[in-house]
C-alpha cells in the first residue's frame, strides 16, 4: 500500500528518547506521559489468530521441505494474531466475514478485519482498485456489517483513504463522496454493539494533526470507536503515540490503535521514492498485538499489516502487493 505523501515521509529513523520534544507531521509539543513502550511478546489472550494466513501456510511449508530453522523464525509471525483483509467483492466475501467472526468467538477471541475497497483506492498507486462506484462500495460494507452483527469484531477502515483525501489526490467531488462513503461505512458496522471500527487516519509523518482532524469529523470518526495509525507503516510506536494524543485532541478525545506490526526498527533511513516505505530492507517486528497497553486512550497495538506480505512489486523480483514475501518476512522476524 502505498505512501504518497510528499510531507515528511524520509523521516530519521532514530528513536525519540524519553522526555525528548517529538516532531509529528510538523507539529512539536511535549507530552510528558508518552514514553518508549517496552515491546509485549506473548500471544494476546483477547485477539484471533488467523489459522488460514500466508505465514501459516509458509510455516508448513518450510517444515514439510525440512527446513526448521527458517520455520521457527516464520513461527515468529504465524503465532500472532493478525489482521484478516477484505479487499474485493469476490463471490462469498461476506462469508468470509462471518466464518472469521463465527471461529473466533468459537474460541472467545476477537477478529482484526481490515476493510479496503473504497472508490479509487490508493490513488492509482500498487494498491489501487476499489470498488466501481458508490452504490457498489455501499451494497458491499453493508453485507460485511451484516456479517458481523451478533459478534465482536475489531475493524480498521479504509487505510489511506482519509489521508489521500486531504492531500488532494481526489476531485472535490470524489473527495466529498469519500467522507459520505466513510459516514456510511462506520454506521453500518457500528450498527453491530459487538464491532469496534477504527477509522484510517494516516501516520505521524503524513498529515498535521490540524489537518487529519476536520478530515476524520467529516469521515465519521465521532461516531466511530476511534482511528488507527500507521497502518502499513514504520514509524515507532513512541511517534504514533504522540501523534495520536495530538490527533485525539482534534477529534473530541477519541481513543485510537497503532500498527506496530514492522515498526522495530522504526522508518528507514531518507531514500528516493518508493525505498522509504515499499519492502524497505533493515526493518524489524514491533510490538505485538495486545489490548493492554498502558495508555488510556490506546485501545490497542494491533498487526494490521500482515508482516511477511509484500507492499508492491518495487524492484525487480519483489512480488505484487499483499503476496507472500519470504525472504522479506525472514529479515523481519530474525
Not at 462506484?133 to 451484516?146: F, H, I, N, Q, S
Not at 489526490?169 to 467522507?179: F, G, K, N, S, V
Not at 476536520?214 to 488507527?228: C, E, I, M, Q, W
Not at 477519541?254 to 528507514?268: E, I, L, Q
Request: net charge positive.
Amino acid at each position: 500500500m502505498a505512501r504518497r505523501s510528499r510531507l515528511a515521509l524520509t523521516v530519521s529513523a532514530s528513536l525519540v528518547a524519553l522526555g525528548t520534544v517529538a516532531v509529528a507531521a510538523g507539529a512539536r509539543e511535549r507530552d510528558p506521559e508518552v514514553h518508549t513502550p517496552a515491546p509485549p511478546r506473548a500471544v494476546s489472550p483477547h485477539l484471533y489468530v488467523d489459522p488460514s494466513g500466508a505465514a501459516v501456510t509458509a510455516v508448513r511449508g518450510l517444515e514439510r521441505a525440512g527446513r526448521r530453522t527458517e520455520a521457527t523464525i516464520i513461527r515468529r509471525i504465524a503465532d500472532q494474531p493478525t489482521s484478516v483483509w477484505f479487499t474485493d467483492a469476490a463471490p462469498g466475501y461476506a462469508e468470509r466475514a462471518r466464518g472469521l467472526a463465527v471461529a473466533a468467538a468459537a474460541v472467545r477471541r476477537t477478529p482484526v478485519l481490515t476493510l479496503y475497497f473504497i472508490p479509487y483506492r490508493d490513488c492509482s498507486g500498487h494498491s489501487s482498485g476499489g470498488a466501481a462506484d458508490g452504490a457498489a462500495y455501499r451494497r458491499w460494507v453493508t453485507a460485511l456489517a451484516g456479517a458481523l452483527r451478533g459478534h465482536r469484531a475489531i475493524v480498521v477502515l479504509e487505510p489511506d483513504a482519509v489521508a489521500q483525501a486531504v492531500r488532494g489526490c481526489l476531485t472535490p467531488a470524489r473527495r466529498a463522496e469519500r467522507y459520505e462513503l466513510l459516514r456510511y461505512a462506520v454506521a453500518a458496522l457500528r450498527a453491530g454493539p459487538g464491532v469496534r471500527v477504527y477509522l484510517d487516519a494516516g501516520n505521524p509523518t503524513w498529515i498535521p494533526a490540524a489537518g487529519i482532524g476536520p478530515a476524520l469529523r467529516a469521515s465519521g470518526v465521532t461516531a466511530a470507536s476511534g482511528f488507527a495509525l500507521n497502518v502499513a507503516n514504520f514509524e515507532t510506536t513512541a511517534d504514533n503515540l504522540r501523534y495520536g494524543l495530538a490527533v485525539s485532541r482534534t477529534v473530541g478525545g477519541k481513543h485510537f490503535v497503532v500498527d506496530t506490526s514492522r515498526n522495530g526498527n522504526g522508518p528507514a533511513q531518507r531514500g528516493a521514492g518508493d525505498r522509504h516505505w515499499c519492502n524497505p530492507p533493515g526493518r524489524k517486528l514491533g510490538p505485538a498485538p495486545t489490548l493492554t497497553t498502558g495508555y488510556p486512550l490506546v485501545d490497542a497495538y494491533l498487526w494490521v499489516k500482515r508482516p511477511g506480505e509484500s507492499d508492491g512489486a518495487c524492484a525487480p523480483g519483489q512480488p505484487a502487493a499483499g503476496r507472500w514475501y519470504s525472504a522479506y518476512a525472514l529479515g523481519l522476524a530474525r
